[in-house]
């Protein structure tokens, strides 16, 4: 069964970096093996929602996203191909924080290719997300239930992503967590 497109008056979106099949497979693994140096506590991310977002849009009418589409489709038809590269696996963005992720460096790349979406927001009159000085790419592999029982968490993670393409996602919330589907996807060339 596909999954159906919201049709709502507004919907709660974000634009990122989808993963392909064999870089979910490979953060499914990282995933893996942290489970016994993390409290079991945690609430594995399944790997069909694993992404690296660029911008959070926030809720947005179809309208809006659709115009936004757009835009992108036309900012992004020379846009290449690149990889990034993984530092760690961390509590995000600090020990403190419910958040287990793989941080990813960020690459002139990547922050040129978000520049590039803010842009276009900005154009297509979207105002109100994060700034550059906040960017930290990464991917979420988990969330603790608790916030006191995150620990410090920091192992090393020598990967590469090849960025292929970014999407235009919403966000259903479900009784199980979050629930991700691409509304839009612009592929990159490859060099």
Request: overall charge positive.
């Amino acid at each position: 069964m596909g999954l159906e497109l919201s049709t709502a008056a507004t919907i709660r979106s974000f634009i990122g970096i989808p993963l392909t099949e064999s870089d979910r497979q490979l953060c499914e693994t990282l995933a893996a093996s942290m489970k016994s140096r993390v409290p079991s506590s945690v609430r594995w991310v399944a790997g069909d929602n694993f992404h690296i977002t660029l911008l959070f849009l926030g809720n947005q009418s179809p309208v809006v996203l659709d115009a936004l589409a757009s835009r992108l489709s036309l900012t992004l038809a020379q846009q290449p191909s690149f990889d990034l590269h993984t530092k760690h696996i961390s509590t995000f963005p600090d020990a403190k924080s419910g958040i287990l992720a793989l941080e990813l460096s960020p690459c002139a790349e990547l922050l040129l290719l978000r520049d590039k979406i803010q842009q276009a927001a900005l154009k297509t009159g979207i105002r109100d997300f994060d700034s550059h000085s906040s960017f930290r790419p990464h991917i979420t592999l988990g969330r603790f239930r608790s916030r006191t029982e995150t620990g410090i968490c920091n192992t090393k993670a020598a990967c590469q992503f090849r960025v292929q393409s970014v999407a235009l996602f919403e966000s259903v919330t479900r009784a199980g967590g979050a629930q991700y589907r691409t509304r839009f996807k612009f592929d990159f060339y490859s060099d």
